[in-house]
């Protein structure tokens, strides 16, 4: 596994100073990770496109847009449009996903697809190389700070088994946070988002590189396991 990403999601910055609190991990962090809620895909409603335009105007990070909305076949494309760098929709939610990933890159963004923490991994395989990520959800989705679901890690290592030498990173979002990091990367995921580990810390920036730090050497422990076993993440 190469380098593991930092996507700090601002759901748990300051909605009254986006710009300025993106700026704070700017130097440190790889993405901004931003979440849409529509209340109706979830219990909780945040942003809409609108608001990713001017984030995205105002941004040093590339936009790693979470959709979490109805019929993202409708809607996920005017965020790749707007110039998100990658637009995650949920599989739950979507009516044609093959459709609508093959839109997402045609406008440019890298196509993610999210499973909520009951959703198995497996029906989905077959799609993967229409993606660019996979995101696992950890919690969920419709709030930060809740409490990490560990049950979630051994689709996490199915998933990462499955992706193989194929180019898609694997994201974990929900929970992520210093006693969590390290069994997320262990277990293969090599994009981060961190909410209120990010923004609730003293300092967010150093709280970014300190997450990275402590997945990539989860992650290399990981890799050095499976080389000399002979196989990948047993
Ligand atoms: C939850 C969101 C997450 C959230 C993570 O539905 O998708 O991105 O911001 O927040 P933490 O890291 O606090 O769990
Ligand atoms: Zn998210």
Redesign the pocket.
Known sequence: MGRVQISP?I??ADFAHLARDIEQVSDTADWV?V?V?DGHF?PNLTLGLPVVASILAASRLPVDC?L?IDDPDRWAPGYAEAGAKSVTFHVEAAAAPVRLARGLRRLGARAGMALKPATPVEPYLDLLPELDMLLV?S?E??????AFLDVVLPKIRRARQAIGDLDIWLQV?????MDTVERCAEAGADVL?????VYGAADPAAAVTALREAAQRAAGGADERSARSGCRLE
């Open positions: 999601s759901l748990s990770h979440d809620m979830v979470h979490m959800m919690v989705p419709g709030f930060g700070g809740q979002d929900g929970g992520v946070a988002v961190a909410g209120s580990a």
